[in-house]
């Protein structure tokens, strides 16, 4: 499976962004899709999680209410809208494949490349 991701940028604190996963080169149905940040100097955090099949999700309790993530079937692709961005936001996204919305981010199979979020204060 490969991950291209892509949407990073910067804004200003408030504002709205909106990331893009194309995964490709795999039959995802067994696979949950997930955004996994690092800020800087930080670990990787699993921020939003969505189990392809189903579409059933999960969120970190840091972006709940803020983020949403979703999936489209005919594009094949998978979405994170941010919302209401801070400034603690600002990391490296990563769009990562799993077997399980119930794992740590370094247990994920497959990762994209990485884009990078900056929020301004």
């Known amino acids: 499976v490969q991950l291209q991701a892509s949407g990073g940028g910067l804004v200003q604190a408030g504002g709205s962004l909106r990331l893009t996963c194309a995964p490709s080169g795999g039959d995802l149905s067994t696979y949950t899709m997930a955004w996994i940040r690092q800020p800087p100097g930080k670990e990787r955090e699993v921020v939003a999680a969505?189990?392809?099949?189903?579409?059933?999700?999960g969120y970190g309790d840091s972006v709940k209410g803020r983020f949403t993530i979703s999936r489209d079937y005919a594009k094949n692709a998978v979405y994170l809208q941010m919302d209401s961005l801070k400034p603690a936001d600002t990391a490296v996204y990563y769009c990562?494949?799993?077997?399980?919305?119930?794992?740590?981010?370094?247990?994920?199979?497959?990762w994209g490349q990485g884009t990078q979020v900056t929020v301004s204060s």
């Open positions: 969505i189990k392809w099949s189903s579409g059933n999700t």
């Open positions: 990562a494949a799993g077997r399980s919305m119930y794992i740590s981010a370094s247990q994920f199979d497959y």
